[in-house]
Every structure is written in C-alpha cells, then in structure tokens.
C-alpha cells in the first residue's frame, strides 16, 4: 500500500515537472519566433529609394524592375521608393533627377536623409547625388554598378565614331527605345540622351567621374574603399560573376556573350573588380547582371542566395548601424 502510495506520488511529480518543460520550451519557442518578427518589422531609420540602371524602369504592366523587391523590403517594415530618373542619360543629369526626387521623398515622409541603393548605371547616379547633397543621403548602396567602367561600353563607343552618321543613327534609335521605355513605365517627360549615357559608362568617362566625385571609390581598382567617407555617408557594394545561372532565362544567353569581351570574371556587362565601391560586400556572387535585380521574373541560380535574401540582409546591416 505504502509502494503504491509512494509511486503515485512520484508520477505526480513527474507530470508536474514534465508539463513545466512544456510550458518553457513552448514559452522558448514563442519567444524564438516572436525575436525575429520584431526585428524583421523594425526596417531602417531612413527610407529606402531604388534606383534603376540604363534602359531601367519603374514598373511596366505591373512588373517592376527591381522584381519583387520593393514589396520585399517593406514587408521588413522599411519605407521604399522606386526613382524616376530617366532610362538613357548622363551620370549628371540622372543624378540631378535623383536628386529631386530625394528632395520630395524628404518632404513627404519628413525624414532627414534616405539610404540610396543603385544597380548598373544607378550605382554612378546615387553616388553624384551623395556627392553633392551628402546631407540628405545616409548610405549609398551600389549592386553591380559601373564604377570603373564596362568594357562593352568600351567596344559599342569604339564602334560608334564620335559626330558620325553612325553616331547619329544609334542615338536616334536607341533614343526612341528609351522613350518608350519611359512612357510605358510612366516617366513621360524625362530627357534622353543615350550617347551620353554610353559615354559616362566608359572607362574613360567613369575615371573622370571618380576625379569628380571620388566618395567610396578605391584608390586603385579592384580595391576596398571606405565604408563611410569623409562626408559622413556610407557606402557598400557588391555583384556577381556568373553570366549563365539559368537555363529557362533568356537574358542569360545575351548576357553570356557580351561576358566574352571581358578579360575577368563578370556579370555580363561590368566586371566584379570595377564595381567595387566603400565596403565591398562580395564581388563573386553566382549572378548575371539582371540576376542582381531578382530579373528575369526571378529566374535566377538554384545554387546561390536568393537576391531577395541579400537585399534583406542588407536593410538589417543598415538598420544596425542605425540607418
């Protein structure tokens, strides 16, 4: 009788200690996942404007350039704009675009300064507007950006010969393919000028826009540049390497030959070394240069992180160092 009495009492026991386990690790695992929502709310302190790269766009027929990113990136909780710069211009004048449009953003949300992120030739664009506006830019971002210049603006400009027929040929063409770009995206309006747009992005025309505005920028190429310069903002990058990730995507097929005029690894249009800028996050990524956008519709290489995720990560590097 004593037995029975004895292990009824120490099943008792058992049951009170096994329901307290229960409770704590389910109470563990409520925190656990309540941790990562909190922080995946939080977004960063300064909104985040988007800017596109020669031929971009805002979004055409619900399909933005930046695909599914911005939808990304305010599910974080990060206030996000797309620019409206135009598709073919100038580092210069895409620039002064941004950076009106920066001043409106400002007015709208009331915050003091944006974080900029710019593929391809926005990389160029985002960093003339943190150059000559530093007060309203926290941080510039540049993801596959021509900031040494591309070899295959090195070869279309050589095959263009300056003030020629064939000069004015090209830029009425291309001209008419970025107008319509920019009305089916909504950007009526905006000036272009694709040779000028093609003269910034060469090497030569990036090495003369670095003298100008020389924030982030390497003191050699293939270097590491500051993360933050001596205008207080701060400054990343990183791109990819690999022209061909996915079979089913068309671009990568383009993009796999336009690679050949490169002599180092590539995305397909600019080199990893020539887009370093500030902190170079990584240069090697297994992407092509539409890949760094989430493009074509997300087709992108099974064996790599997911674009979505790097921009993620991104915006929490940001909002840690409080930006």
Same mark, same amino acid.
């Given at each position: 009788?004593?037995?029975?009495?004895?292990? %009824?009492?120490?099943?008792?026991?058992?049951?009170?200690?096994?329901?307290?386990?229960?409770?704590?690790?389910?109470?563990?695992?409520?925190?656990?996942?309540?941790?990562?929502?909190? @922080?995946?709310? $939080? +977004?960063?302190?300064?909104?985040?404007?988007?800017?596109?790269?020669?031929?971009?766009?805002?979004?055409?027929? +619900?399909?933005?350039?930046?695909?599914?990113?911005? $939808?990304?990136?305010?599910?974080?909780?990060?206030?996000?704009?797309?620019?409206?710069?135009?598709?073919?211009?100038?580092?210069?004048?895409?620039?002064?675009?941004?950076?009106?449009?920066?001043?409106?953003?400002?007015?709208?949300?009331?915050?003091?300064?944006?974080?900029?992120?710019?593929?391809?030739?926005?990389?160029?664009?985002?960093?003339?507007?943190?150059?000559?506006?530093?007060?309203?830019?926290?941080?510039?971002?540049?993801?596959?950006?021509?900031?040494?210049?591309?070899?295959?603006?090195?070869? @279309?400009?050589?095959?263009?010969?300056?003030?020629?027929?064939?000069?004015?040929?090209?830029?009425? +063409?291309?001209?008419?393919?970025?107008?319509?770009?920019? +009305?089916?995206?909504?950007?009526?309006?905006?000036?272009?000028?694709?040779?000028?747009?093609?003269?910034?992005?060469?090497?030569?025309?990036?090495? @003369?826009?670095?003298?100008?505005?020389?924030?982030?920028?390497?003191?050699?190429?293939?270097?590491?540049?500051? $993360?933050?310069?001596?205008?207080?903002?701060?400054?990343?990058?990183?791109?990819?390497?690999?022209?061909?990730?996915?079979?089913?995507?068309?671009?990568?097929?383009?993009?796999?030959?336009?690679?050949?005029?490169?002599?180092?690894?590539?995305?397909?249009?600019?080199?990893?070394?020539?887009?370093?800028?500030?902190?170079?996050?990584?240069?090697?990524? %297994?992407?092509?240069?539409?890949?760094?956008?989430?493009?074509?519709?997300?087709?992108?290489?099974?064996?790599?992180?997911?674009?979505?995720?790097?921009?993620?990560?991104?915006?929490?590097?940001?909002?840690?160092?409080?930006?």
């Amino acid at each position: 009788m004593m037995k029975t009495s004895v292990l %009824k009492i120490l099943i008792k026991v058992s049951q009170v200690k096994s329901a307290t386990l229960s409770a704590l690790f389910l109470a563990g695992i409520s925190l656990l996942s309540l941790a990562p929502q909190q @922080a995946y709310a $939080q +977004g960063t302190k300064y909104p985040v404007v988007l800017v596109h790269g020669l031929f971009g766009f805002d979004d055409i027929w +619900g399909v933005d350039y930046f695909y599914r990113i911005p $939808q990304t990136l305010r599910q974080q909780g990060a206030q996000v704009f797309v620019a409206s710069v135009s598709p073919a211009n100038s580092s210069e004048v895409r620039g002064e675009q941004l950076r009106t449009f920066v001043q409106a953003v400002l007015a709208q949300t009331g915050a003091k300064k944006v974080n900029l992120i710019g593929h391809s030739h926005g990389g160029p664009t985002i960093r003339y507007v943190a150059s000559v506006s530093p007060e309203m830019v926290a941080s510039v971002t540049s993801i596959g950006g021509v900031n040494w210049g591309s070899r295959v603006a090195d070869l @279309a400009r050589g095959i263009i010969p300056a003030n020629s027929n064939t000069e004015y040929l090209a830029q009425q +063409g291309i001209n008419l393919l970025a107008g319509i770009i920019s +009305g089916i995206s909504g950007n009526n309006g905006l000036p272009t000028d694709s040779i000028a747009a093609l003269t910034s992005l060469t090497t030569r025309g990036s090495i @003369a826009f670095n003298q100008a505005y020389p924030e982030g920028i390497p003191s050699q190429y293939c270097g590491q540049g500051q $993360q933050r310069a001596n205008n207080g903002v701060y400054y990343f990058s990183w791109s990819g390497t690999s022209p061909l990730t996915h079979v089913v995507d068309p671009s990568d097929y383009p993009l796999s030959l336009t690679s050949l005029v490169f002599g180092e690894p590539n995305d397909g249009l600019v080199s990893g070394c020539s887009s370093h800028l500030g902190k170079v996050i990584k240069d090697n990524y %297994k992407m092509n240069h539409l890949d760094e956008v989430n493009q074509t519709l997300g087709l992108v290489s099974w064996f790599e992180t997911n674009p979505e995720t790097l921009y993620r990560q991104h915006l929490n590097r940001l909002q840690q160092l409080g930006l």
